[in-house]
């Protein structure tokens, strides 16, 4: 296996295989609502053409401190950018199809936000100082053009300072929503939106209800589903400006046999035919709203997006959850809805020195919260940036 040094000890690049090796792996990210087992089924079930690997990292005295997976991806750096800057890039690809799709490293998670895989929970600092020093090298072994840290929550800014202040451009990425469930229930909930939301949403309900009889489901295994639910899902994946990871059937089984304690899957039907469902997972009192797929043939008459957040919401207080969660994206429903945002930060470097100073000047150009007009509008945007 590849091992690269640094002043404070090692990192060695191993495959799902050899990890398999280390009974650390199974205490890496326990306290995350996607522990080791998430890790693996995306790399059984999501190719995307992704290169997953992992890095052990060691200290002088050979002790394991952390285990860090991370992944290969030809990006497009301008997935999702509108606009001006998107023409001028498609412009210039007729004559040079790859320009600015790079080889990247990434650190992190394929299919959600990145956590540092520290063993234990007063050794983030250290991780990250040993990923700062070991990447660069891992890199250019590799032949990535690009080390890019993937999602990392706003909470890892003082343990990633040393990435920020060193060679690495920190910019935010689309960040997740967040409501805080302190109700009694629902229509308490509705009772502290603004009249003219609150207006709108019991007007929806009421037109939904009196057009037709939908019944809800909650499995923790979607399996004998599966044929009918997944299209649902490519309809909402293809409708979407900002495409990364694409589900795939195994996932969608995987996750409710591998993870069955903290999947939930909702699933709505309309005359015994399912016309909405949506993957969330529970942890330590928060509901996490990763993807939905609908029927659009009657999403929009019926308003499903609200009709279904309105039960998961429902289904969350009931249960006493802390918090509602949701995926980035779709932003302006949320702002009414009364979320904050959660932000989440990319940590960018180009492996070439002399580049660098320049890339880190177009990767602010770049950065995908600039082109959505409604992320200002929430009360903490400033924690985008702060």
């Known amino acids: 296996m590849p091992t690269f040094s640094f002043k404070e000890g090692s990192a060695a690049v191993v495959s799902r295989g050899q990890l398999q090796q280390y009974e650390d792996w199974r205490n890496a990210f326990r306290d995350c609502c996607k522990d080791h087992r998430f890790y693996e089924i995306i790399e059984d079930t999501l190719a995307n053409d992704f290169e997953y690997q992992y890095l052990i990292l060691r200290d002088l005295d050979g002790s394991v401190r952390g285990i860090q997976p991370f992944f290969f991806v030809q990006q497009n750096l301008v997935e999702g950018i509108p606009g001006g800057v998107r023409h001028v890039v498609d412009s210039i690809r007729k004559k040079f199809p790859k320009f600015l799709t790079m080889r990247v490293l990434m650190v992190g998670c394929a299919a959600g936000e990145g956590h540092l895989g520290a063993l234990a929970s007063t050794d983030s600092v250290w991780i990250a100082e040993a990923l700062h020093a070991s990447l660069p090298q891992v890199a250019r ?220 000047r177009v990767v602010k150009l770049l950065e995908p919260t600039r082109h959505d007009p409604v992320l200002p509008k929430f009360a903490n945007a400033a924690e985008l940036y702060g």
């Open 141 to 360: 072994a590799t032949k990535a053009s690009l080390i890019v840290l993937k999602d990392f929550s706003s909470k890892y800014r003082d343990a990633l300072a040393g990435f920020s202040g060193n060679g690495f451009t920190r910019v935010p990425s689309m960040p997740m929503t967040r409501l805080a469930l302190n109700f009694r229930d629902f229509d308490d909930y509705l009772a502290h939106l603004s009249y003219g939301t609150r207006k709108s949403l019991r007007r929806k309900f009421r037109k939904t209800e009196r057009a037709a009889k939908i019944d809800l489901e909650i499995v923790s295994d979607i399996t004998p589903y599966l044929d009918e639910v997944y299209p649902l899902y490519l309809a909402v994946h293809e409708r979407s400006p900002m495409k990364f990871e694409k589900l795939t059937k195994e996932y969608l089984a995987k996750l409710g046999q591998l993870m069955p304690e903290r999947v939930r899957f909702f699933i709505w039907r309309l005359d015994q035919r399912i016309i909405a469902f949506s993957i969330c997972m529970v942890h330590d009192g928060t509901i996490y709203d990763e993807y939905l797929g609908l029927d659009y043939s009657v999403a929009l008459d019926l308003h499903l997006y609200f009709y279904t957040l309105r039960d998961i919401l429902r289904w969350a207080i009931d249960h006493r959850l802390t918090f509602y969660c949701s995926s980035p994206l779709n932003y302006d429903p949320k702002l009414h809805l009364g979320c904050d945002l959660a932000p989440l930060d990319l940590y960018v470097r180009h492996t070439q020195p002399l580049l660098n100073p320049i890339f880190s």
